[in-house]
Structure formats: structure tokens, C-alpha cells
């Protein structure tokens, strides 16, 4: 079948699903919008409440449907799942979310889907490493929307710590999207300037007494890496980062933009690493995932990956895939 390239559907319209089809319908990246969900009413329900919008936002069809919707997408994003509660890690939700993964897995490839398949369900990097071993789709068509968020997130609190806009720091997070994830600090920089270079330009000054730059950007790293714990514990859940993260997932594709996100991708000698699925900076375009880059890493940052590595590997083994 024809993949329509101004196509797409969301598989599961809760909070993170219906933030991201309002993102879309922000964007006007697509023309026509499919929303899925086990409970048909709310997905009819979500339909019509965004709709109720396009007077003010883009042209596009939005509707309800059904798995036999999906075949000419170009993008079908994948959100459906157990939400993380208070106290749980993304990888407690290993056992509900897999079978669930299942289940949407069997209808879609019952289809004749050609089109990319993004996986946003938590723990994204083991999901996606099942979406695409249970799929048999080709590696670049089944990505995760891997570390994007904490990206964002990153780039932001340094942003606020150094004094200048965040969409001038160029710093990246990978590994899991978890607890084990690890910021490359070694590669940071500000519009080209190494941050070092950075902070004695602008004759930066940490905000606590004692403290330099290194003990500064591990607290930034730490914030990052337990804010959906934080945002979870005031708030019950997470969902217009992650909305607007998959937001600039889908430009990229539609746009064919070429752009380097850390998304999740399933590694194949890439950093050493094969069996796997982390979040890594690779190029995407319209076909997916076009080429993982192998950005230099610190000793120290291959350590860590490679730790963060170990962590997936277990998990994905506990599948029995």
C-alpha cells in the first residue's frame, strides 16, 4: 500500500497520547490524524475535543478509528501502556507494558504497514528493542523516542545555570531512558564554545558557595535524571515534555530534516554494544532512523554507557524474546 506521507496515528489516547496529538495538530505537520485506544469512546472523545480547535490551529482530519486505519501512515506512534506511578522505576513497568506492546504489535503487522513505527511507552529502550524483534521490520523504521526529553530538559537547566538561551547549549543525554542514563559532558558546549571557555567569557559564578563547574553540572545531571520522579510525585504523571520531545521526533521525518536527536535505536556494533536498544544521537529523516553516530566519548562516559548497556541487556533478556 501507499504510505501517505501527511498521515499518522497514536496508539493510546491517555495523557501522554492525547498531549502529542494536540502537539501535532499544533505543528500541522499531517493532514490526516488517527487516534487509537482499548476504550473506543475516549479516543472518539479526544477527536472531538481537538477537533473543536482546527478553526485556530491547522487543516487536518482528526478521527477515531480502527487498526485497519493505519496502513498507508507514515508515522504510527506508540504511547500505549501503564503509567509510571510514585515510587515505581520506568523498568517496573517491563512486565504490564510488554504484553501490551504484543498485542498492538500483532494488529499493526497484520496490516500492510510500511510507515515508522515510534515507540514512546515506558521503558522506551527495551520496548523498542521488542517492537522491532517482534515486528521484523527493518532496523530504521522502529525508533523510541529514547532520551529527547531529557535532552530538552538538560539543555534547559544548563541554559538557566549559565545565563544564555537554552537553544544555544548543544549537550546531549544517552543510555537509558532511566536511572542509568549519563549526560556527555565531554562534548557540551554553547554555540561552539567549550563550556570551560563558556564561563570564563561570561565570568560565571556558581549559585552554590563552594562549588566550580564540574560539581554544578553533576547537579544538573541528577535534576535531569529524577525529574519525572519529581513531576510524578506532584502531579501523577508526565506528558507535555515528552509531548513536545515527539513533536520534534516528527518534524524530522516529515520534514526529511536529517536531524541528530538522541532517539532510541537498537545497536548493532555500534560503541561495542549489540543486542540493545539505548538512546543514542542518530540522524532522522523521512525513512526513520538513517545512521547512529559514534560521538566521542571520555573514558569515564564509555564506562558508563556500557554500564547503562548491562542494565537494558537484562531487562530484554527477562522477555525471552
Not at 27 to 49: I, T, Y
Not at 175 to 201: K, M, Q, T, Y
Request: net charge negative.
Amino acid at each position: 500500500m501507499q504510505i501517505n506521507p501527511r498521515k499518522a496515528a497514536i496508539v493510546g489516547c491517555g495523557f501522554v497520547g492525547a498531549s502529542i496529538a494536540f502537539r501535532f495538530l499544533q505543528q500541522g505537520l499531517f493532514s490526516r490524524l488517527v487516534l487509537l485506544d482499548a476504550n473506543r469512546d475516549k479516543a472518539e472523545g479526544e477527536a472531538m475535543d481537538l477537533s473543536d480547535g482546527l478553526p485556530y490551529g491547522a487543516s487536518m482530519e482528526i478521527t477515531a478509528g480502527t487498526y485497519d486505519d493505519i496502513a498507508d501512515c507514515a508515522l504510527v506512534v506508540i504511547t500505549a501502556g501503564a503509567n509510571q506511578k510514585p515510587g515505581e522505576t520506568r523498568l517496573d513497568l517491563i512486565g504490564k507494558n510488554i504484553a501490551i506492546l504484543r498485542e498492538i504489535l500483532g494488529e499493526i503487522t497484520a496490516r500492510d504497514f510500511g510507515g515508522i513505527l515510534l515507540i514512546v511507552s515506558n521503558p522506551v529502550d527495551v520496548l523498542t528493542y521488542a517492537a522491532w524483534k517482534l515486528s521484523g521490520y527493518p532496523r530504521g523504521r522502529v525508533i523510541g523516542s529514547g532520551t529527547v526529553l531529557d535532552t530538552g530538559r538538560l539543555k534547559q537547566l544548563v541554559g538557566e545555570e549559565l545565563g544564555v538561551d537554552s537553544r544555544n547549549v548543544h549537550a546531549l543525554i544517552i543510555g537509558e531512558h532511566g536511572d542509568s542514563e549519563l549526560a556527555v559532558w565531554s562534548e557540551a558546549n554553547v554555540s561552539g564554545l567549550d563550556l570551560e571557555d563558556f564561563c570564563r567569557i561570561r565570568r560565571w559564578r556558581p549559585r552554590e558557595a563552594g562549588a566550580d563547574l564540574p560539581a554544578a553540572l553533576d547537579r544538573l545531571y541528577r535534576t535531569v535524571r529524577d525529574s519525572a520522579y519529581e513531576i510524578i510525585r506532584r502531579k501523577g504523571a508526565t506528558y507535555y515534555g515528552i509531548a513536545m520531545a515527539v513533536g520534534r521526533i516528527a518534524a524530522a521525518i516529515v520534514k526529511d530534516e536529517h536531524a541528530v536527536l538522541p532517539i532510541s535505536v537498537v545497536l548493532e556494533g555500534q560503541y561495542g554494544l549489540e543486542g540493545v536498544a539505548l538512546s543514542i544521537p542518530s540522524l532522522v529523516g523521512r525513512d526513520g532512523l538513517e545512521e547512529i553516530l559514534e560521538i566521542p566519548l571520555s573514558p569515564e562516559e564509555s564506562r558508563a554507557l556500557a554500564a547503562s548497556a548491562r542494565q537494558m541487556e537484562e531487562a530484554i533478556a527477562s522477555l525471552g524474546l
